[in-house]
């Protein structure tokens, strides 16, 4: 039962994370250079950029395969691509996460 309860303040919490959204100017410069990126087409500094989120974590809004792709969010400092990404759905709705898919806020501009 601890198990379940755990499980279902994560998904509370996720939940609440994700309907307060985040403005865009109160994201990182380079989540904002990243949704220009996005918005002109490119170019993209990663070659994982722009493939499709299939959104096994069930956190963003049901969607058909192939409805998100993601997009890496440089982190300076790091080595590798970081944990902070950009995940566009066709619609035009965008979202960002710092934590490596483990919560999302939706971009409010």
Do not use: W
Request: with cysteine; proline share 5%.
């Amino acid at each position: 039962m601890r198990g379940l309860a755990a499980v279902l303040a994560f998904v509370c919490f996720a939940a609440a994370a994700f309907d307060q959204g985040v403005s865009l100017k109160s994201l990182p410069a380079e989540a904002r250079e990243t949704l220009e990126r996005i918005k002109a087409g490119g170019p993209f500094p990663y070659r994982q950029d722009g493939r499709v989120f299939g959104n096994r974590e069930g956190l963003l809004p049901k969607q058909k395969r192939g409805y998100y792709r993601e997009y890496t969010v440089r982190t300076p400092g790091a080595r590798d691509r970081g944990a902070r990404r950009i995940v566009a759905g066709q619609g035009g709705e965008y979202y960002y996460t710092d934590d490596h898919y483990r919560s999302f806020r939706r971009i409010r501009e």
